[in-house]
């Protein structure tokens, strides 16, 4: 994936495989790197070493996926990319499609 001049969203970023592409994001050329997880600390960290953005977000809770939609968009420019690697279920439902 190009993510050259794109801002990119990782969900599960603040440790392993997350952690390990939101790093890749941001040594390959993104604009920015939002990096969201449940652990705030642990996304601030990895924000904070690949020059990125940190929100602490709960992706099984819509209010809290909600607004790190809202929040990603404060980036330079909005989010065009998010890759999700949850270590909790995502969202289900019918308002999911599943």
Sequence with gaps: MDVTNRVVVVTGGARGIGRALA??????GAEAVVVADIDGDGAWTVAR?????????????????ADLVD??????????????????????????GT
Excluded: N, W
């Design 23 to 28: 790093r890749k994001f941001a040594k390959e």
């Design 49 to 65: 070493e690949i020059g990125g953005m940190a929100i602490k977000c709960d992706v099984s809770r819509e209010d809290e996926v």
């Design 71 to 96: 929040r990603a968009q404060t980036a330079p420019t909005p989010a065009s990319e998010l890759v999700a690697d949850p270590r909790r279920p995502p969202l289900t439902g019918s308002a999911y």
